[in-house]
């Protein structure tokens, strides 16, 4: 009797977050209708955002927030990718273990700090750093892009190290037993047999830039701006959501539900394939 | 047994583990012959792997552990060499070049089968396409997997049998033409039939490379090696010729290992 | 000979990445420290932030991530026990396990605007129930997650073994398997918690933010992430310093309980 009360209950809380997805995609989606009737696909390369006379009606286009994001995103992997391979190699190849532990344990800290924390030291330490090598005035795609990648190197390093030690001694001894250098053995041998796991945490770390709102907030410049410059000010989407979603009203309120809706559905898209092509098949 | 056909000889060698306190290999010497087999036998946990290891200082890869000792090295061209004064990476690559190693399992690394064989040749500078499919084939039939293979060269070798794995793997070293081969307990994982196909392989590669091989399996040292080194507790116990060990042990010790009593 | 050259500049560079990453923590903690500890003061701590302290922040966020925890440590531990010892194998569990390692990974900010829509637009408030619902979606995918690996770890044995003694499978489950994965469980609860803790996003509009000290849920409720965030963006010099003590004290809470964590797992395996 007790046995079967806790079996469904089980089923059923297994069986929640299938609804709680659905349920964030129908809402955004029904809340998003009024703009998505209103400008169509439209809606994705127009670079106005203004609201009408006394709220009425108004133009509002995605195209800013959405290249912010992108760009954001492309500059914070551009710099993240190859660092956190790096740390990945050194804590697994290079480090000895009296060194390898500590620096694991700071990498992890460094992912778990909040991302506001991020944010706010990017805006008053890292901001006029940008800004005296790069020039513009400290806020804006660049600072934001690099404090991004900052923040998920320790993530996508984490991931990489932890499959990169997947790999067993035995293979990589017999590659120096045939006189391979370390590098060799990590290129022909680490890095293929890891291949799946190295590319997962890629993809996750994606996602996660993608979607990032704090560390991006302080530091975008958050303005309807298009970028000239990779140093000028912008915005993304979610610093959008953050800053103007709870004013918003009618056309332009749907139309920020249309943007969540975006993002949403990109960051699944991508997280799923990644989950689907490269971490799925380890699943037990 | 006169020096000038050694390939290799320990003398007074001592290795020490990183954070052990006493050594697992205590004061060996160890002829090794050109163009012979040689096999380690002995009780789990004696220091045969330990030993084996040392021969192509394989153990660097970790830091820490220490030698004593010598271990030389006899080059084709007459010269002599102590390997444990290697330090440079450059003469590690080339020390490893010249004494391969196979391991227990088999260790086909995640490529093709091709890209397998033509992987120390590539690493040892070798790019001329023709050579390399030219030797690839050539270590592969000495291997005695080239009928199995040929067609399917561009294949991913994980998908081979665990025998023929090794057949690859052996392939793969014998391809660089080392001087010496080490083999650390090579068929252990193996059925009946494919232990049979490496066995008469090594017996077959003698000709071109020594061999070091450690088994545990008695009937496989006596029928393959021509001289075998008994190990007990990190001591060289005895070594002889294999017909003395197995017939006429001068060792209480080895007598009752070869005779199953303990071990 | 270039590939030894090709090697060390290949090693020189992944050790300058990883002396980079620590740099890069050292820095921020470095910063982070000096001005959060000139700026905490004794009133920091008793008084509220209408006078110039983070006394009902500090309640009110962690108000919000504890009941959230009520919920989701319930619900993910019996979701990854369905996913692991019921489920386990068919072609639901693996759809309800990618499902939900997609949520984890679903943009915060979205679960914020969720969660308003559902709980604050039709009750004309922003309100700390839907702060602790947004906060509970989030940790709900990690903790189904960590329960789902911890109980893999499990020997099939240790199962078999309950069965052959003529244990019904509930009693199994909570009596063997649950408690041999114990720890595990108790380190991705911490580590989930410490997560959820520092997150702004899901609150920005759910609880909002509130001046004063309040345990009313209905209400809009303190929050200590978004206070920073409102704070670190006044111009005055007094807002930012209680920015940047509440930053610290937030970093503090985090790593600690991070920490804390890792040391349950050490200390037990
Ligand atoms: N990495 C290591 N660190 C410290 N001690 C080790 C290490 N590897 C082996 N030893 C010790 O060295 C001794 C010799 O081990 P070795 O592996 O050489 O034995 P073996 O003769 O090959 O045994 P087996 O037949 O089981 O393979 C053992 O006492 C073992 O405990
Ligand atoms: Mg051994």
New interface residues.
């Given amino acids: 009797m ?2 079967k009360l ?2 469904n ?10 609804f ?2 659905v ?2 995609f129908a ?2 989606f029904h ?1 998003a209708q009024e703009s998505m009737h209103t400008f169509g696909f439209d809606f994705l390369w127009t670079e106005q955002w203004e609201p009408g006379e006394d709220d009425e009606g108004g133009i509002f286009g995605g195209y800013i927030p959405i290249v912010g994001t992108l760009l954001s995103t492309i500059i914070a992997m551009v710099i993240a990718t ?6 990945a ?3 697994t ?3 000895s273990v009296t060194v390898a532990k500590p ?1 694991s ?6 992912a ?10 990017g ?3 890292f901001a006029p750093v940008v800004q005296s090598i790069f020039g513009g005035n400290g806020v804006g795609l660049l600072t934001a892009g690099i404090v991004l990648a ?1 923040m998920i ?2 993530f996508m ?1 984490a991931i990489t190290r932890d499959s990169m030690n997947t790999t067993p001694s035995v293979l990589k001894e017999s590659a120096y037993a045939m006189g391979a ?4 053995v ?1 290129k022909d041998v680490i890095m293929p047999y890891s291949k799946g796991g190295i590319i997962g945490s890629i993809i ?1 770390a994606l ?2 830039a ?5 560390a991006v ?2 530091l975008i410049g958050s303005v309807m701006h298009t970028v000239g410059k990779v140093t000028d000010p912008t915005t993304s989407i ?1 610093v959008l ?2 800053n103007n ?2 004013e918003a009203e009618d056309l332009e309120m749907s139309s ?2 249309f943007l ?1 809706l975006i ?2 559905v990109v ?2 898209i991508i ?2 394939s990644a ?2 092509y490269f971490l ?1 098949r380890k ?2 | 047994m006169t020096k000038n056909n050694l390939v290799m000889e320990l003398k007074n060698f001592s290795f020490t583990y990183a954070g052990a306190t006493k050594p697992s290999l205590k004061k060996i010497n160890l002829p090794i012959e050109e163009n012979k087999i040689t096999a380690m036998i002995g009780p789990s946990g004696c220091g045969k792997s330990t030993l084996l290891r040392s021969m192509n200082r394989i153990h660097d890869l970790y830091p820490g552990n220490s030698y004593e000792g010598k271990i030389n090295l006899y080059r084709a061209d007459g010269s002599k060499q102590n390997i444990l004064d290697l330090k440079k ?2 003469d590690f ?1 080339r020390l490893r070049q010249e004494v391969g190693m196979i391991f227990q399992k088999p260790t086909p690394f995640p490529m093709s089968i091709f890209d397998n064989v033509a992987y120390g040749l590539r ?1 040892a500078g070798i790019k001329n396409r023709s050579e390399l499919e030219g030797r690839v084939e050539k270590a592969l039939k000495g291997a005695a997997i080239w009928d199995e293979t040929k067609e399917r060269l561009g294949e991913s070798a994980l998908g081979m049998s665990g025998g023929q794995q090794q057949r690859l793997c052996i392939a793969r070293a014998v391809a660089l033409k080392p001087r010496v081969l080490l083999f650390d307990e090579p068929t252990s994982a193996l059925d009946p039939i494919s232990t049979g196909a490496i066995e008469e392989l090594i017996a077959e590669i003698k000709s071109e490379v020594s061999v070091v091989i450690v088994t545990h399996n008695m009937q496989q040292a006596s029928r393959l090696s021509d001289y075998t080194a008994f190990m007990y507790l990190g001591d060289l116990a005895e070594f002889d010729k294999t017909e003395k060990i197995f017939l006429n042990p001068k060792e209480k010790l080895t007598e009752d290992y070869i005779t199953g009593r303990f071990g | ?1 270039n ?2 050259i ?2 060390k500049i ?2 020189l ?6 002396v ?3 740099g ?2 050292f ?2 903690l470095a ?2 420290s000096y001005k959060g500890i000139t700026s905490i003061h004794w009133a920091t701590f008793t008084k509220d932030l209408v006078d110039g302290g983070i006394r009902n922040l500090l309640v009110g966020q962690f108000t919000m991530a504890l009941m959230a925890t009520f919920v989701a440590v ?3 531990m ?2 990854g ?3 692991r ?3 386990h194998g068919s072609k639901l ?11 984890m ?10 969660v ?3 709980l604050v637009d039709p009750f004309g408030s922003y309100n700390g129930w839907a702060g602790a619902v947004a906060l509970a ?1 989030m940790m ?2 990690i903790i ?1 997650s960590t329960t789902d690996n911890m109980l ?1 770890l499990v020997p099939t044995e240790l199962r078999e073994a309950g069965m052959a003694l003529g244990g ?4 199994i ?2 009596q063997i398997v649950v408690r041999a994965a114990k720890v595990g469980i108790t380190t991705g609860i911490l ?1 989930s918690f ?2 959820i803790i ?4 899901p609150l ?2 759910t609880s ?1 933010n509130n001046q004063f000290f309040t345990m009313d849920l209905g209400d809009q409720f303190p929050s200590l ?1 978004v206070s ?2 409102n704070l ?2 006044y111009p005055d010099e007094a807002s930012r310093e209680l ?2 003590a509440a ?1 610290f004290i ?2 503090m809470i ?2 600690t309980i ?2 804390l964590g ?1 040391f349950v797992i050490r200390n037990k395996k």
């Fill in positions: 007790g046995g806790f079996r209950f089980s089923f059923f809380s297994a069986t929640l977050s299938f709680i997805l349920g964030i809402i955004l809340y190859p660092l956190a391979m790096g740390i190699i050194f804590l190849e290079i480090a620096v344990i700071a990498i992890e800290l460094l778990a700090i909040p991302s506001i924390i991020y944010g706010m030291w805006l008053f330490y900052i190197v320790p390093a250098t370390k590098f060799e990590i996750l996602g996660r993608l979607g990032e709102t704090m907030a302080f979610p959501l953050a979603f709870a920020m539900y969540a993002l949403f960051s699944f997280i799923s989950k689907f799925g699943v037990k | 990476e450059n690559i690493l | 000979m590939r030894l090709l090697n290949i090693l560079l992944s050790t300058l990445s990883a980079i990453g620590i890069f923590l820095w921020i910063t982070l319930p619900v993910g019996m979701a026990i369905y996913l010892e019921y489920g569990a693996s759809i309800i396990r990618n499902l939900s390692d997609v949520m990974s679903a943009p915060s900010i979205v679960i914020g605007v969720f308003y829509a559902l979606i709900i995918p189904i893999a019904s499978k509930h009693k489950i909570l580590l410490a997560r520092g997150e702004t996003a920005l509009f909002a992430t920073i965030y670190a963006t920015a940047w930053s937030l970093t985090v790593l991070n920490l890792r």
